[in-house]
Nanobody
Framework: QVQLVESGGGLVQAGGSLRLSCAAS????????MGWFRQAPGQEREFVAAINVSGGTTRYADSMKGRFTISRDNAKNTVSLRMDNLKPEDTAVYYC?????????????????WGQGTQVTVSS
């Protein structure tokens, strides 16, 4: 059983930055495609960013391009999401997810493991 634990959320003013981290408790972390999703109150969970097993290829939702950066450290079993120029509409619970079969997947159903989420609140 893979466990994913997110950290780094919090309250930040618009224009500020946050760095989210996700720690995975699995020996074969480097075999998993990883992704970040978010869910705002009353809305569906949506894709934010994904990274392939080596970390050499990334994919972003259009509204995050140029502001968010996903990265991974396979030696430390972690995946991170750097968020810059945050906007109030970025307020959501952010989830880390892992996929055994797919790299760079944008659909929720392609991910096998999920973290519990971390709250990000951006004030105007």
């Amino acid at each position: 059983q893979v466990q994913l634990v997110e950290s780094g959320g919090g309250l930040v003013q618009a224009g500020g930055s946050l760095r989210l981290s996700c720690a995975a408790s699995v020996r074969t972390f480097s075999n998993y495609g990883m992704g970040w999703f978010r869910q705002a109150p009353g809305q569906e969970r949506e894709f934010v960013a994904a990274i392939n097993v080596s970390g050499g290829t990334t994919r972003y939702a259009d509204s995050m391009k140029g502001r968010f950066t996903i990265s991974r450290d396979n030696a430390k079993n972690t995946v991170s999401l750097r968020m810059d120029n945050l906007k109030p509409e970025d307020t959501a619970v952010y989830y880390c997810a892992g996929s055994q079969r797919y790299a760079l997947a944008v659909r929720l159903e392609y991910y096998d493991f999920w973290g519990q989420g971390t709250q990000v609140t951006v004030s105007s």
